[in-house]
């Protein structure tokens, strides 16, 4: 990572990997950010609930062109399913609404609930979830009364990993067991559900007790730094470099990559893999992120 200190007029350019604290909406960090690096060209890839904490990209000045993109990369979580106790928002921030308690739950048991939310499953998104319906947040809708059902949708847990189980004694006294286990997923998959479900298919009961974002597509855990660390240094990942890290790159000779920054439509080539590309020209330049339609490449946003 490159490091910089931005002049109040500047615009810089490129990805910062936050660890965010617990307690904090994406929103609230995006506003520190904008302070942080005196700019308001700020937006991120993809929001974490306030209780959660770990990576949340943000992009700055053209970085934010990608974001969208990233948003649709996949995720890793570090999580902890409370079996027993159910809740309305299916975490520990909402109330519990069942408490059917969980002393001894058998491994086996716990195994086979894993392996069936494993995979190209459908899932329920919590009711409190940032899901719209009719371009109204669902939890708004909930919030002022209403009863809210949402559709099942295809997601995608590729791996959804038991590390340990340990009996505990909830608050008000109910024998509970908690399940520490790590979800790598595709975008728009509610690890809350997850446990929700889990907790259903075991006749337990379960939620989110806490949540750890570890990874977003190629940005880990590691290459994050904390408000208050960016706050005495700006640590910035150039634009080339964050592009080149996240999608499959295309190198051009100058004429097409000038073309293709002018906006024209070039010929793609048959082995140009599929989804976003990030084109650059001569020397490491990067033009643009592309995508193939009908053997041409569609601009999905322009870099140069």
């Known amino acids: ?5 931005n ?8 990805l910062v990997i936050v660890d965010k604290p617990a307690g904090f909406t994406s929103h609230d960090v995006v506003a520190r950010m904008r302070g ?3 700019t308001r060209r700020v937006g991120h890839a ?7 904490t770990g990576v949340l990209v943000l992009g700055l000045g053209r970085a934010t062109r990608l974001l969208g993109h990233l948003a649709l990369t996949e995720k890793e979580y570090l999580a902890t399913v409370r079996l027993g106790q159910a809740t309305v928002t299916d975490d520990a921030e909402g109330g519990i609404t069942a408490s059917a308690g969980a002393p001894a739950v058998p491994r086996e048991a716990i195994g086979t609930a894993i392996e069936a939310l494993t995979g190209d499953i459908l899932q329920v998104p919590s009711s409190v979830s940032a899901v719209k319906i009719d371009g109204k947040r669902a939890y708004k809708r909930v919030r002022e009364g209403e009863d809210v059902s949402l559709p099942a949708r295809p997601v995608t847990v590729s791996a959804f990993t038991l ?8 608050g008000d006294g109910t024998p509970v067991t908690d399940l520490v286990v790590t979800v790598v997923c595709s975008s728009g998959t509610y690890i809350r559900a997850l446990a929700r479900d889990l907790g259903a298919s075991l006749r337990t009961g379960g939620h989110l007790t806490a949540l750890r974002r570890t990874r977003v597509g190629p940005y880990g855990i590691a290459a994050a730094r904390t408000l208050e660390q960016l706050e005495q240094e700006l640590s ?19 004429r097409r990559a000038a073309l293709l920054g002018n906006g024209v439509q070039i010929a793609t080539p048959d082995d140009l893999p599929a989804g976003p590309v990030a084109a650059f020209g001569p020397g490491g330049r990067l033009v643009a992120l592309v995508e193939s339609r009908a053997a041409r490449a569609r601009i999905l946003a322009v870099l140069a």
Not at 1 to 5: D, I, Q
Not at 46 to 52: C, F, V
Not at 236 to 254: C, G, H, K, N, S
């Open 46 to 52: 993809g929001t974490l609930d306030p209780m959660a």
């Open 7 to 14: 002049k109040p007029d500047a615009g810089p350019d490129g």
């Open 236 to 254: 910035l990942l150039p634009l080339a470099e964050a592009t080149a890290a996240a999608f499959p790159r295309w190198d051009l000779d100058e």
């Open 1 to 5: 990572m490159s490091k910089r200190r």
């Open 163 to 170: 590390h340990d189980i340990r009996q505990a004694t909830a």
């Open 36 to 38: 942080i690096a005196r």
